[in-house]
């Protein structure tokens, strides 16, 4: 259920953008409709991540970590493990400096 709600509010954000760029609103009278799904998406958008996510800063239940780099992975030279500071999630990725 939360996985349908994460794509119902994306679509939400994404028609209110492009209902913006195609600029609709000079043709129909939509008032502030474009700003409307934009901002309610958004903000349905965070409390079901912040239902669903397990993680204990709020900051990183909805995706926003701050990650520090770490050691090298040992089977790729060029990749860089990342561990977040707040919950300690890891990731890999490549860097190039």
Not at 17 to 34: G, S
Not at 36 to 62: D, H, M, P, Q, Y
């Given at each position: 259920m939360?996985?349908?709600?994460k794509i119902?509010f994306?679509?939400?954000?994404?028609?209110?953008a492009v209902?913006l760029l195609?600029?609709?609103?000079?043709?129909f009278?939509?008032?502030?409709?474009?700003?409307?799904?934009?901002?309610a998406?958004?903000?349905?958008?965070i409390?079901?991540?912040?239902?669903?996510?397990?993680e204990?800063s709020?900051?990183?239940?909805?995706?926003?970590?701050?990650?520090?780099?770490?050691?090298?992975?040992?089977?790729?030279?060029?990749?860089?493990?990342?561990?977040?500071?707040?919950?300690?999630?890891?990731?890999?990725?490549?860097?190039?400096?």
């Amino acid at each position: 259920m939360s996985a349908k709600l994460k794509i119902i509010f994306s679509f939400f954000i994404l028609f209110g953008a492009v209902l913006l760029l195609a600029k609709v609103d000079q043709t129909f009278n939509l008032y502030n409709t474009p700003y409307i799904l934009i901002a309610a998406g958004v903000i349905g958008l965070i409390f079901s991540l912040l239902a669903t996510n397990k993680e204990s800063s709020l900051l990183c239940r909805i995706g926003l970590h701050k990650y520090k780099r770490g050691q090298r992975d040992s089977e790729v030279p060029a990749m860089y493990v990342y561990t977040c500071e707040r919950c300690g999630k890891k990731k890999k990725a490549a860097s190039v400096v």
